[in-house]
């Protein structure tokens, strides 16, 4: 037992995780999906303020929960028309840098604190429920983030990043940038098994997974974004399959119902490089098995263009949210519905 | 099963040595429920790790909780620490009632709390490395120790024996952390004795003789017990880093009975010593796992209560064992766990109605209320 991880309060959180330089998508001739976005749709009270838009997502009911980083770190809760209901975890321990928020099957928001490294799952009403990981005692102080990662714990994380689930309620964590794997618990917080370990870029191996989502099969889809791909698990966490003409995955989406969809954001970096723009920022439009549908937005900081999207809700895959760093915004946005199943798409 | 084995090996390994301990083939299992949310607080307050929880003569109950942001701000170039905890009050319903000491300067890491005899709240905090006591209407009685002016970040790491964990996972034979303890510096004071006085390093806990002496249980940085009158004015210390009887390797935890005989959590030797008022080793429990908990009961026939927790994260290896006060093991209860009646890092518990306990957790941001059903003794 080591004690790695110490003082969040600080800047250690900060510090750059190895981003692996973003690419451009191998895929050519990737039809165009038009695309528009909802001028104004998030309608904060004027002494609020969004920060950085890392994570966004819908319940069933349509409520939009965004967990960005503001002054603090926060999360707020919109209704389906944009209208800001209220604010959820205010001062709780554990809340301290935002990575990602997910709605479950159960309408429970889960949130995922890179600053603090705990999954907190709280309830519809806003109550705490369950709690993944140990926030480190502040009293041991801050750790040097240059030294190399300790070996990996079955309940710590590592700065965490994203967290999907299955139809059983098992639980898996993209563990994250200190780590480099895959978790899964069972729905009471059990440890079951891991995928991943050391950052490598062999097959299962990943380098940043940064966005994790599950198929209505319970297969795990992995965004391993410094390795420009995605990794695709069954639910035993056994390899199936990578996707790796799609640039950096740094968020990652499957929509419900009976034809899934999944979303890929070759984002462009959140440093912003001049030449970054040209060849990223675009979100795909997939099928389950790799097919390309399309793709649509482009680098930018206007309405409808993406500043480092960050996460993507897909729950209506014709009406996304994205939540964007740069630009300190979140956006709601509408495909063009796509015909079902074209036989001539990209690959 | 492997564990009870080794508690009978140790046991015959030192029943010669005096030691007392009760090999007993089969620990009955009390049994036992948990109250579905027994303390409900206001939308915008949130239970973080419930590091202390205690209750008062009017069954009010206290809770002291490591929660929102632990902040250190930039003054004259040193890091200046503020917040981290709260303590809060409810109702014996479990209703909300206030919050004390909000924003006072020694609230940084919760420990401990506890309630004396005059219905008095002590606090204990880590990382400020205080005791603080506040009178029943939630002022500030006294203060015993400082808090350091700055913080150092990182932190400076503690002896080789004490990293800094809150728990221990040992090796055979149960000896802490599985380094020897430092060999004292010829002339010099032992290590971990502290200075005399009340400048503590990482306290855990406190507690009282019927005379009203304070005892500090000190703790992470320190391996020792300091007592002082009921005035604050330091009277004596003991212990020091290691093995032997009188020593800890992180005192975690005290608890005092009607004699006047200190019980000490011997966390990371994965004992119970018992001392009496003067500091005099007595005997020690070696049949209770890793104990990061403890609580005596009140009345004519005394027992404790003692939280195990075998791994880091209370997922694997975890119950609380009631002992009499010979050590004797008279039951325990449930397991490592994030449910309801499963234990996640129990940091605290109280026991002020031997069959109706409070249980503060660290791993599971929660306060459990815990009804036992034992059979008659």
Request: proline content about 7%; glycine content about 12%; overall charge neutral.
């Amino acid at each position: 037992m080591r004690r790695r991880l110490g003082l969040s309060i600080l800047a250690a959180v900060l510090v750059a995780a190895p981003v692996g330089a973003q690419t451009k998508a191998k895929a050519e001739n990737v039809p165009v999906i038009p695309h528009t976005s909802v001028p104004n749709f998030f309608k904060l009270p004027p002494d609020l303020y969004f920060g950085e838009g890392i994570g966004i997502a819908t319940n069933s009911k349509g409520h939009v929960f965004v967990y960005h980083r503001s002054g603090d770190t926060r999360l707020f809760e919109f209704d389906q028309n944009g209208n800001y209901v209220r604010e959820i975890g205010q001062g709780a321990y554990g809340i301290e840098f935002a990575h990602q928020v997910r709605v479950d099957a159960q309408d429970n928001i889960w949130v995922v604190d890179e600053g603090t490294n705990m999954v907190i799952k709280f309830n519809p009403e806003g109550r705490v429920m369950m709690v993944l990981g140990r926030r480190p005692e502040p009293v041991a102080g801050a750790f040097d983030s240059t030294l190399p990662p300790a070996p990996t714990e079955k309940y710590r994380f590592g700065r965490p990043t994203d967290i999907t689930w299955d139809a059983q309620g098992n639980i898996f964590v993209s563990d994250g940038y200190v780590n480099s794997r895959v978790v899964k618990y069972d729905k009471n917080g059990r440890f079951i098994k891991s995928v991943g370990g050391a950052r490598g870029s062999e097959p299962s191996q990943m380098n940043t997974p940064h966005s994790i989502t599950s198929d209505a099969q319970g297969n795990i889809y992995v965004g391993d974004r410094g390795n420009a791909r995605v990794q695709v698990f069954d639910n035993d966490l056994t390899l199936r399959a990578i996707y790796d003409n799609v640039g950096n995955p740094w968020a990652i989406c499957i929509s419900p119902g009976p034809h899934q969809y999944l979303f890929v954001s070759n984002s462009n970096p959140d440093a912003n490089p001049a030449a970054s723009w040209a060849i990223t920022g675009e979100i795909y439009k997939m099928e389950l098995d790799g097919t390309i549908i399309g793709k649509f937005g482009k680098a930018g900081k206007g309405l409808g263009e993406f500043s480092t999207v960050h996460e993507i809700d897909c729950r209506n895959p014709n009406e996304l949210f994205v939540s964007e760093i740069s630009a300190w915004r979140a956006q709601k946005i509408l495909l063009t519905p796509q015909k079902p199943q074209t036989s001539s798409a990209a690959r | 099963m492997r564990h009870a084995l080794r508690i009978l090996l140790v046991g015959a390994a030192v029943a010669a040595g005096g030691a007392l301990l009760s090999a007993q083939l089969t620990i009955p299992e009390i049994q036992f429920d948990s109250a579905p949310e027994p303390l409900k607080l206001p939308d915008n307050i949130y239970m973080g790790e419930a590091a202390g929880v205690a209750t008062n003569s009017k069954g009010d109950v206290f809770v002291y909780t490591r929660t929102g942001n632990p902040t250190i701000t930039i003054g004259t170039a040193r890091a200046v620490s503020h917040g981290g905890s709260r303590l809060f009050q409810f109702d014996r319903s479990g209703k909300f009632v206030r919050e004390i000491g909000q924003g006072a300067y020694g609230l940084l890491q919760a420990q401990q709390v506890r309630v004396d005899r005059q219905d008095n709240v002590w606090i204990v905090d880590q990382m400020s490395t205080q005791v603080i006591k506040f009178d029943p209407n939630g002022r500030i009685q006294m203060i015993l120790s400082r808090k350091p002016e700055a913080m150092r970040v990182p932190a400076l790491p503690l002896t080789p024996l004490a990293t800094g964990l809150p728990i221990v996972q040992t090796v055979d034979p149960p000896a802490g952390r599985g380094a020897p303890p430092p060999a004292a510096p010829a002339g010099g004071p032992l290590p971990g004795a502290g200075v005399d006085g009340e400048s503590f390093q990482r306290p855990t806990d406190v507690a009282w003789d019927a005379a009203c002496n304070i005892y500090v249980a000190d703790g992470y940085g320190n391996a020792r017990i300091a007592k002082y009158e009921p005035s604050g004015k330091y009277i004596k210390s003991w212990g020091s880093r290691g093995r032997g009887p009188g020593q800890f390797n992180i005192v975690h935890g005290i608890a005092l009975d009607a004699q006047g005989n200190v019980y000490a959590a011997d966390e990371g030797n994965r004992r119970v010593q018992v001392f009496d008022g003067d500091g005099t080793f007595k005997k020690q429990f070696l049949n209770v796992g890793t104990p990061t908990a403890i609580c005596m009961t009140p009345g004519p026939r005394q027992s404790l209560y003692i939280a195990h927790t075998g791994d880091p994260d209370g997922m694997e290896d975890a119950a609380i064992y009631k002992v009499d006060l010979d050590g004797k093991l008279l039951g325990k209860f449930g397991r490592a766990g994030k449910l309801p009646k499963e234990f996640g890092i129990v940091n605290s518990i109280d026991c002020r109605n031997e069959n109706e306990l409070l249980v503060g957790e660290l791993g599971n941001w929660r306060v459990q209320k815990l009804t036992l059903k034992p059979q008659a003794r």
